[in-house]
């Protein structure tokens, strides 16, 4: 029976990985999480069939004996965020490219026969060509894009060095049920979800105008699966996990409104250090060698999304969650 390890498996992508693993006709899967941006109610529903292991990324020793001889380790434990990681860089840098590196280390001496890596689009920054491509050269403009590009590269030096057989994958503004709005770091499409369900007006930093690749997080969480189960021909590749898409947060905003029948005019503040203007994904490496095939569209995602949200609403005024 193979097993399976994901890193901030109760987080709001890891979370969806599990129940995705679960779904599959064999495997055991495990967590690895501190609970520190991720919450134990994201996996109630499965608590049952999977093992937490309640630990942090940052200490080595822990994780060795809990990712030995896992048949692949998911590794999405992250402090995400880009204004977050300008914040408190220090503790960002220690999880997101400390933590990567034991995770790496632990897998590669523990005999894991492939790692799965969560990469990010921020990576590309601000490069000028529109679908940002594989082969671009990285210019990161904050804290979180260095950190999560230095675990890009760690992951091809522990194959070419060490024969893990590891795959990045660098996710791009992943969106869906889970994503936790109750922070100011939060993504900005759970913040929407929130402001459009309360009737209050959501603050867009800039003009609005800037645009993202919004990518559906059960999109992303096939995708992972799919890099596990690719041939070894992709071990120590880099692949963008994006839709191929992208819109701008005034267009998202606008179709949110009309989604729900309702008119909230948002509010406008100043741009955000370390943004992006704009980011889409080219998918074609993705799709020729991982077999990517995203299922959802933005409309799709975000009514199955707001559904969620609204579901939740209920069960916290119930006193349910
Ligand atoms: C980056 C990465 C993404 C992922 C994520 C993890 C890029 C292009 N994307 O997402 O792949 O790794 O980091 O955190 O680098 N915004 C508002 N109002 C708000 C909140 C945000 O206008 O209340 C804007 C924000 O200024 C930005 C956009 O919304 O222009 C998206 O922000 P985000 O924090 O959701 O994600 P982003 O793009 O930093």
């Known amino acids: 029976m193979p097993k399976f390890m994901v890193t901030g498996g109760a987080g709001f992508i890891g979370s969806t990985l599990v129940r995705s693993l679960l779904d599959q006709p064999n495997g055991e899967v495990e967590i690895v999480d501190n609970l520190l941006t991720g919450h134990e109610k994201n996996i109630a529903d499965v608590r049952k069939r999977v093992?937490?292991?309640h630990v942090d990324i940052r200490d080595a020793s822990a994780l060795r004996p809990i990712l030995k001889g896992a048949d692949v380790?998911?590794?999405?434990?992250?402090?995400?965020s880009v204004p977050r990681s300008i914040h408190e860089p220090?503790?960002?840098?220690?999880?997101?490219?400390?933590g990567t590196f034991n995770v790496m280390r632990a897998a590669a001496d523990g005999g894991v026969r492939r790692l799965v890596y969560a990469a990010s689009s921020s990576a590309y920054g601000d490069s000028e060509t529109l679908p940002k491509i594989e082969t671009m050269i990285p210019r990161p403009k904050s804290p979180y894009a260095v950190q999560k590009l230095l675990g890009e590269h760690y992951?091809?030096?522990?194959?070419?060095?060490?024969?893990?057989?590891?795959?990045?994958?660098?996710?791009f503004n992943v969106y869906g049920p889970r994503q936790d709005p109750s922070s100011p770091y939060s993504g900005?499409?759970?913040l929407f979800m929130r402001h459009l369900l309360a009737r209050t007006a959501p603050t867009i930093f800039g003009d609005g105008e800037q645009s993202r690749d919004f990518t559906y997080v059960e999109d992303v969480a096939g995708l992972c699966i799919k890099a596990a189960?690719?041939?070894?021909?992709?071990?120590?590749?880099?692949?963008n996990a994006g839709n191929g898409g992208r819109f701008t947060l005034n267009q998202i905003w606008s179709l949110l409104q009309k989604v729900e029948g309702v008119e909230i005019a948002p509010k406008f503040g100043p741009p955000r250090e370390g943004d992006v203007r704009h980011s889409m994904a080219d998918t074609q490496a993705a799709v020729a060698e991982l077999g990517h095939a995203p299922k959802f569209t933005i409309e799709e995602g975000l009514k199955k999304t707001l559904?969620?949200?609204?579901?939740?609403?209920i069960q916290t005024t119930q006193g349910v969650a």
Request: one cysteine or more.
């Open 90 to 98: 220090q503790a960002s840098h220690e999880v997101n490219a400390d």
């Open 155 to 171: 992951a091809a030096v522990f194959h070419s060095c060490f024969g893990l057989e590891t795959v990045s994958l660098r996710f």
């Open 51 to 53: 093992m937490l292991h």
């Open 229 to 239: 189960n690719a041939p070894s021909s992709v071990a120590g590749k880099m692949f």
């Open 188 to 190: 900005v499409l759970s």
């Open 73 to 80: 380790v998911f590794h999405l434990a992250a402090i995400p």
């Open 307 to 313: 559904e969620w949200y609204r579901m939740a609403e």
